[in-house]
């Protein structure tokens, strides 16, 4: 007898989890491999939070919460909207959830119903198709393209749209691409998303990763009318380099959080205590790690794209605007050289991954078949030496 559900049979693992996988069952085995495929900074958690986590500790904060978070917590997430990103958010209208991962997946449970159309602009963070699928949801793919920078247009947004959509993914910056849309370019999309009963969840995640002159703007303050259709993702991995903490947290319409928290509570309830505690102390306590974490992005990226020019075969659609990832395209590449490793995405990587020892995700994982991502997340020498290797082990394809 078949135990296992359809729709679990159907679920596949992430991708980026599996190329990371792999590569620590590698360097288990003795294996020298530089691992570009995880988008995980580099730098340690501040020290002033593991304080707020030990101080918690301390003074024994080490019960059951309220199910939404600490109210501490929740009131420092709900100013911080406001001070930074024009979200007039309360206390009743943030959940803290574990990670943001959690919290877009608690939002598309409670929010669809079979059959109900999500637009997913491509490409995509590779979780967002399963996360849509598994409450029945059904994915429609708006492909943007390379040559606009892997952002959206006007046109590709409408034509995505029907009568069935329930809601609109918006990821700005982006992962993978690292793409960010500006304030004027998210109010063109408002223009068109009025006319339609379609909710946004937009997901921040990257909102302090940005390069250059950039301005991270948030949906809601580039859709001031349709505030209250805006479902705010957001959490502490990126910024604050607190990935295995798992915070994250959700704003939005108060009767969307209600049910993410009814939800909640019958599947996790609360967030680890401590980790919260981390969290608020990430929050009130010194910004000053931020500035310079980007700053070191930054730098690799662009020492990254300066190997990449020396490439034959590949390319990089453009500096990202955030974020800290490279969308590499090996469609050139692809169209002059015989190999078989070229056929497709996950070939290739597999090949990189065994003749130069490095692990990238493929692109189809994140709906370009014709590329692969890497992440300038790691130390200086591993980005620059393995996109040295990914340079070397690519010359031997022409």
Not at 180 to 205: C, G, H, K
Not at 217 to 244: E, H
Request: hydrophobic share 40%; with cysteine; net charge positive.
């Amino acid at each position: 007898m078949e135990y296992i559900n359809a729709r679990a049979r159907r679920l596949k693992p992430s991708e980026t989890l599996a190329v990371k996988a792999k590569a620590t069952e590698l360097k288990a085995k003795g294996i020298p491999v530089i691992d570009l495929s995880t988008g995980e900074p580099d730098i340690d958690t501040p020290e002033h939070i593991k304080e707020g986590a030990r101080k918690a500790l301390k003074d024994g904060k080490t019960k059951y919460t309220d199910v939404m978070g600490i109210k501490e917590l929740r009131e420092a997430i709900a100013l911080k909207l406001k001070r930074e990103n024009g979200i007039e958010a309360e206390v009743s209208t943030v959940i803290v959830t574990n990670g943001g991962k959690q919290a877009l997946q608690s939002a598309f449970e409670v929010t669809l119903e079979p059959g109900d159309e999500v637009v997913i602009p491509a490409p995509y963070w590779v979780s967002y198709i399963p996360m849509v699928e598994i409450p029945g949801g059904k994915p429609v793919i708006a492909r943007s393209s390379p040559e606009n920078g892997f952002k959206l247009s006007v046109k590709e947004l409408e034509a995505a749209l029907t009568p069935r959509t329930k809601a609109v993914i918006i990821n700005s910056p982006s992962n993978p691409t690292g793409a960010a849309y500006t304030q004027a370019e998210l109010s063109a999309f408002a223009d068109v998303l009025a006319r339609t009963n379609a909710f946004i969840i937009s997901d921040e995640i990257y909102e302090k990763v940005v390069y250059g002159d950039f301005k991270f703007v948030s949906t809601v303050q580039a859709m001031p009318q349709l505030k209250d259709r805006i479902v705010t993702i957001n959490g502490f991995s990126k910024a604050y380099s607190m990935t295995g903490w798992r915070v994250g947290y959700a704003t939005g319409p108060k009767d969307v959080i209600a049910a993410m928290g009814r939800l909640q509570s019958q599947t996790t309830s609360n967030v680890c205590s401590i980790a919260q505690y981390a969290a608020l102390a990430a929050l009130t306590g010194p910004q000053d790690a931020i500035p310079q974490m980007v700053k070191n992005f930054d730098r690799r990226l662009n020492a990254a794209l300066g190997i990449i020019e020396q490439t034959p075969g590949l390319r990089v659609m453009g500096k990202p605007q955030g974020a800290f990832y490279l969308f590499i395209r090996f469609a050139e590449l692809a169209k002059n050289s015989k190999s078989e490793v070229v056929k497709s995405s996950g070939a290739l990587v597999n090949f990189l991954l065994e003749r130069a020892g490095v692990a990238a995700v493929p692109g189809e994982a994140f709906g370009d078949d014709q590329a692969f991502r890497i992440s300038v997340a790691a130390a200086d020498e591993q980005v620059i030496g393995g996109l040295e290797k990914i340079r070397d082990a690519v010359r031997t394809l022409l």
